[in-house]
């Protein structure tokens, strides 16, 4: 009974120790048993006569165990992918999948645990057809479409893993894929185009047999996109943009500038999902016309979308001139003088603080009153306006239609340096009033109009010059043009040189002063003997005055004012020359002051403009009644159209004065009253000087050329330029 006992014990003993065993070696600690999806087994036959066999993916860091039974061939092999290249086998066939995991027993053994449940398949052997497949990409989709449909299932597949695996299936001829990362597949990146190809199926128990894919189309992700760009302008900061746009339909993109009537490519981006293009530091009030284009992969255009706006307006960098001898200072709060910068000298804005401008002057940084300085107004209002400051090249005065020799077609003394070379052209104006003229085209503009300028700032030599010639020809008789727009003598009938004032002989084309060609004057006949009563000193008739008959005299015919002609004679004819004076001033209506300042004009104070209205598109000018700086009544503003009183209600609305004899000349007295300007510019101003950008400071000569790739003395310090003509020894500031 004790010997029962112990075998009983000892029997007890060894099952628990074998259990302790079992237990050790089925034990993998941290190792738990992986589980395998479900689903069908495909197998998918290749061009090479391989397979690939695929199976649903049981997640990140799973194994799987794949054994495959054929006629003479046992394969058993881990795998890593939820799918397996296979060699050599063709159907029938048997597979088996599961899912494995591996890891130490508590014997420190390597243990394999498998999934309980497993995919298998016996695969019968078929015959499939090799279909065409076409694609047509849209925003987030793809059609697909094949002929044929003599399968029972069509997948369309995307490479995986180096196999053409099934993402979409179809019993029909054609199916719609979505590429939403959920129930289709993901966007493809920029650069990685997804390549898709077709097989034909045949389904079975626990699986589906696929055979070769059809030739691959590419889509790409630009295809996929849709149709908007988003393009925007961005002011980061005073005058400093960006452009801002999405990804859209289309596989390059192209960024253009509209530039002098025709598209300019700036830049061709690499795809991305956005974009940003910095434009930096724009001319202020500078107008720009964007567009972001995209192409397919033919080179079509696919997507476009254009931005265009007016950079803000601000005088940082302006080039501009003090009216007067002013005083500079030491700081915005510092009033006292340091001293004064004479009137003209050019100078360029670096900051603006309340009413004073930050310059620099004899490498100086100062601070100036900006209401006494003239701004040049195609830096400062730029595309707001437009310009054509004719005095600079060729005057455009005239009386009516009536040229002016040594005027019309003239650079007017003081405007030599006002067309620069490099930059257009200089219109200085006072600054209070360049903010009012502002208003003025902005309003114009919102209208589809722009102010066109043809004089600002006049210097006063150019105004005495303008009325001391004007005012000598006044009892000349006209020139005329001729079909061919030359100036032509009345009198002579040849042609004049409007440079000099001669004739030009129509034989040797020689110039010849008209003053040689005059009959010496006849004595006057002594006093009570007969003949015509003398002339007064400017050989002109008063106003009102009637000529005294002489005795004898037959009287005149009411109608003409000739004398009847004796029987049977015909009458002389006398050529009738008009005069300048009598075609400008009507027959002494108005006077040559009317039209031209004797002495000094708002001009010389640079508060005054001529100017007119053109079309936004820069196309054609308004018709006027005259045209403009016509020297004569025509040009007075009772006779004013439609377009001339729609340009004075532009001007007046922004606070500026018109002149009753001439429908484009408009002022600001009140900013003159406001800061009691009484002086005025005598010579020109012109652009020599520093001036200033973002990336440094440029020296000018007066006509606006920068010096490069040299050395120039200014102020009696040396500077060097490089080849841009930027200089890097400009004082610190």
């Known amino acids: 009974m004790k010997h029962t006992r112990w075998l009983i014990a000892l029997l007890m003993a060894a099952l628990a120790a074998a259990g302790v065993l079992a237990a050790a070696y089925f034990i993998t600690p941290g190792v738990r048993r992986p589980s395998l999806a479900e689903g069908d087994i495909l197998v998918c036959m290749e061009a090479d006569g391989s397979l690939a066999i695929a199976w649903p993916d049981a997640g990140a860091g799973s194994v799987y165990l794949v054994e495959l039974h054929a006629e003479g061939q046992n394969l058993r092999q881990h795998t890593e992918k939820p799918s397996l290249a296979v060699t050599g086998v063709s159907a029938p066939f048997q597979v088996r999948v599961q899912a494995a995991a591996f890891g130490k027993n508590l014997l420190g053994m390597d243990r394999e645990l498998t999934s309980l449940t497993s995919l298998k398949a016996e695969v019968a052997s078929a015959v499939l057809e090799t279909p065409v497949l076409t694609a047509e990409p849209e925003e987030g989709a793809v059609t697909f479409s094949w002929e044929g449909g003599k399968s029972p299932v069509y997948a369309v597949c995307a490479l995986r893993d180096g196999v053409y695996l099934p993402v979409a299936s179809s019993s029909g001829t054609g199916t719609h894929l979505r590429f939403d990362g959920k129930e289709g597949p993901a966007m493809p990146e920029h650069g990685q185009p997804l390549e898709l190809t077709l097989r034909a199926g045949v389904p079975g128990a626990g699986y589906v047999l696929y055979g070769p894919p059809s030739a691959p189309v590419t889509v790409e992700r630009g295809e996929l996109l849709g149709d908007e760009l988003s393009l925007s302008v961005q002011e980061a900061e005073p005058r400093v943009y960006d452009l801002e746009w ?70 940082l960098y302006c080039t501009v001139w003090p009216i007067i001898d002013l005083d500079f ?96 052209f200089l219109v200085p104006y006072l600054y209070p009033c360049a903010q009012k003229l502002l208003t003025a085209a902005q309003a114009a503009l919102e209208d589809g109009y722009r102010l066109k300028i043809y004089e600002a700032f006049r210097p006063n030599e150019a105004t005495r010059y303008l009325y001391d010639t004007a005012a000598a020809k006044l009892t000349d008789p006209a020139l005329v043009l001729d079909e061919e727009e030359n100036a032509v003598d009345p009198v002579t009938g040849w042609r004049v040189d409007l440079a000099s004032g001669f004739l030009v002989d129509p034989e040797t084309e020689e110039l010849i002063d008209p003053a040689s060609l005059l009959q010496p004057e006849e004595e006057p006949p ?97 018709e006027m009644q005259s045209a403009i700086h016509d020297l004569s009544w025509y040009s007075a503003v009772y006779l004013n159209n439609d377009n001339a009183e729609l340009l004075a209600e532009y001007m007046t609305g922004a606070g500026m004065a018109g002149l009753s004899s001439e429908w484009w000349h408009f002022q600001d007295n009140e900013t003159r009253e406001a800061i009691g300007l009484t002086s005025y510019l005598y010579k020109g101003v012109d652009a020599g000087g520093w001036t200033r950008d973002d990336r440094g400071w440029r020296y000018r000569d007066p006509d606006g050329r920068y010096y490069r790739n040299t050395t120039v003395t200014v102020d009696g310090k040396r500077y060097t330029l490089d080849r841009d003509g930027y200089t890097s020894q400009a004082p610190a500031e």
């Open 246 to 315: 999405t990804e859209a339909r289309g596989v390059a993109y192209e960024l253009r500038e509209w530039r002098d009537g025709a598209w300019v490519t700036l830049e061709q981006p690499e795809p991305a999902e956005s974009f940003r293009c910095d434009l930096g530091r724009l001319a202020s009030g500078s107008y720009h016309r964007y567009q972001v284009l995209t192409r397919d992969r033919a080179g079509e255009r696919q997507v476009e979308e254009e931005v265009s706006f007016y950079a803000s307006v601000s005088p």
């Open 526 to 622: 002594e006093a009570g003997t007969e003949g015509e009563p003398p002339e007064d000193e400017s050989g002109l008739q008063e106003e009102g005055e009637d000529t005294p008959a002489e005795a004898g005299e037959p009287p005149e015919t009411p109608e003409t004012g000739e004398l009847p002609a004796e029987a049977g004679e015909e009458p002389e004819e006398i050529p009738d020359y008009p005069t300048y004076g009598a075609i400008m001033t009507d027959n002494g209506r108005f006077r040559l002051g009317s039209f031209l300042a004797a002495v000094t004009s708002a001009h010389n104070r640079g508060i005054a403009l001529d100017l007119t209205l053109e079309t936004a598109d820069f196309q054609a000018e308004l």
């Open 329 to 424: 200072c030491e700081s915005a709060e510092e009033s006292q003088s340091l001293g004064r910068i004479p009137a003209g000298t050019t100078l360029c804005v670096l900051e603006e603080d309340g009413q004073w401008f930050r310059v620099r002057y004899k490498d100086r940084y100062v601070y100036v009153d900006s209401r006494y300085c003239m701004v040049n107004l195609s830096e400062y209002t730029g595309d707001y306006c437009a310009y054509d400051i004719t005095n600079s090249y060729e005057s455009l005065f005239k009386v009516h239609n009536s040229p002016m020799a040594t005027i019309t077609a003239q650079v007017i003394p003081g405007f030599e340096h006002m067309l620069t070379e490099e930059e257009g």
